[in-house]
């Protein structure tokens, strides 16, 4: 079982940046889209940036021109640099990695952004 290793959160003053990695433990094949999802207390999981194996990506109206999500393909590591942080993106993040054909779908466990006013 191939488990999504996550990195870069923590607790950043509004206004800061933040940079979240996440990697494979071990190696994928046909990856079709990596992305980001968040949870904040008491809300639904919700897509923050995704980007496919192409390059295409997609972002929540809520982050747009604030975070960035890039891929490595050689390393199958996405990343998600976030800029210009407000309270409201305080949640845990999630990394998910989905192969084509729905070959598998895979999630991190997690790892806590807390931006304070």
């Known amino acids: 079982q191939v488990q999504l290793v996550e990195s870069g959160g923590g607790l950043v003053q509004a206004g800061g940046s933040l940079r979240l990695s996440c990697a494979p433990s071990?190696?994928?094949?046909?990856?079709?889209?990596m992305g980001w999802y968040r949870q904040a207390p008491g809300k639904q999981r919700e897509l923050v940036a995704a980007i496919t194996t192409g390059g295409s990506t997609n972002y929540a109206d809520s982050v747009k021109g604030r975070f960035t999500i890039s891929r490595d393909n050689a390393k199958n590591t996405v990343y998600l640099q976030m800029n210009s942080l407000k309270p409201e993106d305080t949640a845990v993040y999630y990394c998910?990695?989905?192969?084509?054909?729905?070959?598998?779908?895979?999630w991190g466990q997690g790892t806590q952004v807390t931006v304070s006013s």
């Open positions: 998910n990695v989905r192969g084509s054909f729905n070959l598998y779908d895979y």
């Open positions: 071990g190696r994928l094949f046909s990856i079709n889209a």
